[in-house]
């Protein structure tokens, strides 16, 4: 399967092998480890414990072409480099937003479909707002958007080819870098649980059994106790250099929610049509089931929350 190592590049084209920077204006740059071409087993067997049934049937994948993933999710400095707002005003403007969206049951405000007031001061849902933290109350839609601008900006500034993108990470090409070359529940090994604890997830993972302790300022309520997302990069990294691949937030991936196929098959991009995106690796509320590396979610792609942020991708076309 190779691995993901390898120097920074230094020139102006991303070179397979080789880390990529990407610069944002006033705040840390973000770095995208390059991940190999390869083979892995996706989703879970029968027997893995905490499984689901939508992460079958277990579908042998082939990514044929390699790709650079963020080593950690966009942070909120990075985020509004770009896009010249915080989450404060991210969440503010979504507040205000009287467009109405098809969350399923009927078409209402995204404030009404999280129960937010339109007249409440955006801090009332707000954890932090420091730029090390990964940027959430972002939709699937805002994060396309991030990429849209993003590509826009770098190819009109010379700096990225014509030949390559900025964008979400599909479903596989997420999970195949979580796995990072193995092949257990998670990229720390199998989950034994002790209560409501998995041990193998406390080096790397920001989850609903560790996610409160040390935690300091405004967060939700997790089994009783104040929490909220952990700056970036704070837990030990996967073998192939990422960060926060379980735990911390959920990400948005590129493809619409569906079944597997099942059997054997090459650079698989999802459903071709569907209501709801995937989401992938769990969050600070979330369980140990969501940590694992074949977990699923599936949210409506207008939906914000406090629990979801992105990780972006660095693919040709």
């Known amino acids: 399967m190779g691995s993901a190592t390898g120097a920074a590049s230094a020139g102006r084209e991303p070179a397979p092998g080789r880390v990529w920077i990407l610069p ?3 705040t840390a740059p973000l770095k995208m480890a390059w991940i190999p071409p390869g083979t892995f087993l996706m989703g879970s067997p029968p027997t893995e414990p905490l ?19 963020g080593t950690t999710m966009v942070t909120i400095g990075q985020w509004r ?10 969440l503010a403007s979504a507040l205000r937003d009287n467009t109405l969206h098809d969350f399923g049951a009927a078409k209402q405000t995204l404030r009404a479909y999280m129960h937010f007031a339109v007249d409440a001061d955006p801090g009332r849902y707000l954890t932090g707002e420091a730029d090390e933290l990964p940027m959430y ?7 396309v958007a991030f990429c849209r601008t993003l590509n826009e900006r770098e190819h009109a500034a010379g700096r990225l080819p014509p030949h390559y993108e900025y964008t979400l990470p599909t479903e596989a090409q997420w999970e195949y870098a979580s796995r990072a070359g193995t092949t257990n529940a998670s990229d720390a090994g199998a ?7 998995a041990p193998a997830l406390d080096d790397t993972a920001w989850y609903d059994a560790n996610s409160a302790s040390g935690y300091a300022g405004r967060g939700w309520l997790i089994h009783g106790r104040p929490a909220g997302p952990h700056p970036v990069a704070r837990k030990r990294p996967n073998a192939w250099g990422l960060y926060d691949m ?4 959920w990400e948005w991936c590129r493809d619409w929610y569906g079944p597997y196929p099942g059997g054997v098959v090459a650079d698989p991009a999802g459903a071709p049509s569907g209501v709801a995106r995937v989401n992938r690796g769990g969050s600070f509320g979330s369980g140990a089931a969501d940590e694992r590396s ?6 409506p792609p207008d939906e914000a929350s406090a629990f979801r942020g992105f990780r972006l991708a660095l693919v040709t076309r």
């Open 246 to 249: 379980a735990g911390n937030l």
């Open 191 to 197: 989950l034994v649980m002790h209560a409501q604890r």
């Open 81 to 90: 480099a770009l896009m010249g707002r915080g989450v404060r005003e991210q």
């Open 137 to 143: 109350y972002v939709s699937w839609q805002d994060a």
């Open 24 to 26: 944002f204006a006033g």
């Open 294 to 299: 074949a977990a699923r979610a599936s949210n």
């Open 51 to 69: 499984r689901r049934a939508d992460e079958g049937p277990v579908t042998r994948v082939t990514l044929r072409y390699g790709y650079w993933l």
